[in-house]
């Protein structure tokens, strides 16, 4: 299913191509009629929502459906939302993208435990042609890619790094599903339905400036080690340097192994140098047999190295300062923020010195249960897109 045209009628602003909205209402209907009361524009595109488990997800998908008849709405289930006014939970945010500023493809990946490598050309090619015979102007170098992907699928790494290899130049983005830190079941919503097992390769072209990005808060330190025992499908490290994971780890780390607990993982994690770039594999749990449990596949033979943690609100205010420097100040940035940033952060009560950062940048997103950058897939990571303005003409 290719974008469903479907004009909208709405005021126009400063913000034309672009509408925010958010709620905090708990009442699904309540909620989505607000929400799109807010969003609603003249040729919109697309939709895209980020939301709380803690709605009904049948009455959602179907309200948000009957406020933009023939809209292509797409989103997912969080672990909190980013909202126009900063960090939220239990709510529900997202945006608008219309026409003529943006255009909008998305192909949906179902049953991601069967996904075939050999799919993901003909899914990048079928969203380039669909944006190219709306806009003929796009070229390669106006277009990115979004990922959205079934959290809890296990499935990450093999689905990006495919897309990726099929993307050509054009960059991507994405982020994880997530189910309110339950670690049950997280859901994509596709054709007014909430979903697990899936995911959606969007593609979305604009003359607008813009820059896919990632940041994190960490700085790699000289302390190595090798994966020598692990189970890459289950994302268990059994053995590091030939000795049991938790152990070792925690002697390279300097820490106590009878200590070690999410928040001190969250706060010392270990990171892979690809093409010269660092990316973080965050540890979730050590287990009553000594071995790690891993957010991301960690295949044996590898070397990890430890990190050291800085300042995250001054890396993100860095990163933002760099963006603008390159495109302006975004009128839009759509971020997928690590959920375990965020619980460092209320551990660190800096939770609404974030939120101020956020929302003076536009950002709209979710925290995620994992990101993706390019072929990556990663955690502990800030990586979005930033849009700029509208070129003057």
Request: glycine letters at 8%; a negative charge.
């Amino acid at each position: 299913m290719d974008t469903i045209p479907g004009p909208m009628n709405g005021p126009n602003d400063d913000q034309e191509g672009i509408r925010t909205g958010a709620s905090t209402l708990t009442d699904s209907v309540a909620a989505a009629d607000e929400f799109c009361a807010q969003i609603q524009q003249a040729n919109i595109t697309a939709a895209f929502v980020f939301c709380s488990t803690r709605y009904d997800r049948q009455v959602l998908g179907r309200r948000l459906a009957e406020n933009l008849p023939g809209v292509l709405i797409i989103g997912c289930t969080t672990a909190g939302e980013l909202a126009p006014s900063g960090y939220r939970t239990g709510s529900l945010t997202g945006f608008s993208l219309a026409a003529p500023d943006f255009q909008v493809s998305a192909q949906v990946i179902e049953n991601l435990n069967s996904f075939e490598l050999n799919r993901s050309q003909n899914i990048v090619q079928r969203n380039v042609n669909a944006l190219r015979s709306q806009d003929p102007t796009l070229d390669m170098t106006d277009l990115f890619g979004f990922l959205l992907i079934d959290g809890l699928c296990h499935r990450e790494e093999a689905v990006v790094s495919s897309l990726y290899s099929a993307m050509g130049q054009i960059p991507m983005f994405g982020g994880s599903a997530g189910d309110d830190l339950r670690f049950q079941k997280s859901f994509l919503l596709w054709d007014d339905v909430f979903r697990s097992d899936i995911a959606i390769q969007i593609m979305i072209g604009t003359h607008r400036p813009f820059r896919v990005f990632k940041t994190e808060h960490f700085t790699a330190t000289d302390r190595k080690m090798v994966i020598t025992g692990t189970d890459p499908q289950q994302r268990i490290v059994y053995e590091i340097n030939g000795d049991p994971a938790g152990p070792e780890y925690a002697r390279l780390a300097g820490l106590d192994v009878d200590f070690l607990t999410p928040m001190i993982f969250a706060a010392h994690p270990v990171v892979v140098r690809v093409g010269g770039d660092y990316y973080v594999r965050s540890i979730q749990k050590v287990n009553p047999d000594h071995s790690l449990s891993f957010y991301c596949a960690v295949d044996e033979g590898i070397v990890l190295t430890v990190a050291r943690s800085c300042d995250m609100l001054e890396d993100l205010k860095q990163q933002f300062d760099s963006l603008i420097k390159e495109i302006g100040p975004p009128q839009l940035l759509i971020g997928c923020d690590c959920i375990l940033r965020r619980l460092e952060l209320e551990n660190r009560r800096e939770e609404n010195q974030m939120s101020k950062i956020l929302a003076a940048h536009n950002v709209i997103g979710f925290n995620t249960y994992g990101e993706q950058f390019q072929a990556m897939h990663v955690n502990q990571t800030f990586t979005g897109v930033a849009i700029g303005s509208k070129p003057q003409t």
